[in-house]
């Protein structure tokens, strides 16, 4: 009961003492179903490195030295380079592959972002740097929006201290959830799920909507979106970014051995274009929207696996 009060509390209210304590008691109870071979935790919702190192601590106080038992440690502590906004990284390049396939590049396209935690905040930053003008931002406070283009290191400076970009003098202010429905190019929801509801997706003026958030969009606006010919990358395929360099991440741990940033960021380049590009081919061949598509693929991934083993253990005689 003490353990659920606590983990029903407001975790950005709590001291650095009560949060390491309330991390290190959850470990402690789930120690027995995490493991580097059994299931990896990594950073979400209110977490961060700091929290992901804590859990690997007390982890390894019950199974010995185990930097692989979690990701998106801090360096210091066996983590990745590229693993912070490896989930922002991901989401710029499949909007670079989706924008590619309708003859475009990010130079003059204009983004709207809901959420500028670690998901949104590095997205913009990089869109920003290939070309991309960030026209507004909105969380979970307010929003504020210029139409030449929002400042974003400014603005990431500004959200640093005061935990909202509400109040950022460089752009107008305006309601956060206003941001959804923003003019602009493209819309990244990279904040909680089923923003995108079947009461906002006919008002939605993007083109392109990238899932940066887990489950952003409801079956109803998914449909909606469907008739109106907007293009949706899912989350399934947007944000696996993170998850991919978390792979690496304990690929690492278990190798003991420390890739440099170049190659972090070249692998997950590489495997997010690979991924994007077999979403599509399975969505033309099916005539099927990209979400339908990818868990085609992924269904057919595990079935063929499954059927190898099979296979393997009873040999068909031809």
Not at 15 to 28: G, H, K, W
């Amino acid at each position: 009961m003490r353990l659920w009060s606590a983990c029903a509390s407001d975790p950005p209210t709590l001291s650095i003492r009560e949060l390491d304590a309330l991390t290190r008691q959850f470990v402690e109870r789930i120690k027995d179903v995490i493991g580097p071979t059994l299931d990896i935790p990594a950073p979400d919702v209110n977490t961060d490195g700091r929290i992901m190192g804590w859990i690997m601590d007390e982890y390894s106080k019950y199974a010995g030295f185990s930097p692989g038992v979690v990701t998106g440690k801090p360096l210091q502590l066996f983590g990745s380079p590229g693993r912070e906004e490896a989930t922002g990284r991901g989401v710029t390049v499949v909007l670079e592959e989706a924008l590619k396939e309708q003859g475009r590049t990010l130079k003059n396209v204009t983004v709207a972002l809901q959420g500028f935690g670690n998901v949104g905040s590095h997205a913009a930053r990089l869109l920003a740097a290939r070309g991309a003008t960030i026209v507004a931002v909105g969380d979970h406070a307010g929003g504020v929006a210029n139409p030449k283009g929002l400042d974003v290191e400014a603005l990431a400076s500004w959200t640093r201290t005061h935990r909202t970009v509400r109040g950022f003098t460089g752009g107008e202010a305006f309601n956060g959830p206003d941001v959804l429905t923003w003019e602009a190019d493209v819309l990244i929801p990279a904040a909680l799920g089923d923003v995108l509801t079947r009461d906002n997706a006919e008002h939605v003026r993007a083109k392109i909507i990238v899932e940066g958030a887990n489950a952003p969009t409801t079956p109803e606006a998914d449909e909606v979106f469907q008739r109106r010919g907007i293009t949706v990358v899912p989350d399934i395929l947007a944000n696996a970014g993170g998850v991919t360099v978390s792979y690496f991440e304990w690929a690492q741990n278990i190798q003991q051995f420390r890739w440099d940033l170049d190659r972090v960021n070249d692998e997950l380049d590489r495997t997010m274009r690979r991924a994007y590009a077999a979403v599509r081919r399975v969505a033309l061949e099916k005539r099927v929207d990209s979400r339908t598509a990818a868990l085609i693929l992924a269904i057919r991934r595990v079935g063929e696996a499954a059927l190898a083993r099979t296979a393997l253990r009873n040999p068909i005689r031809l």
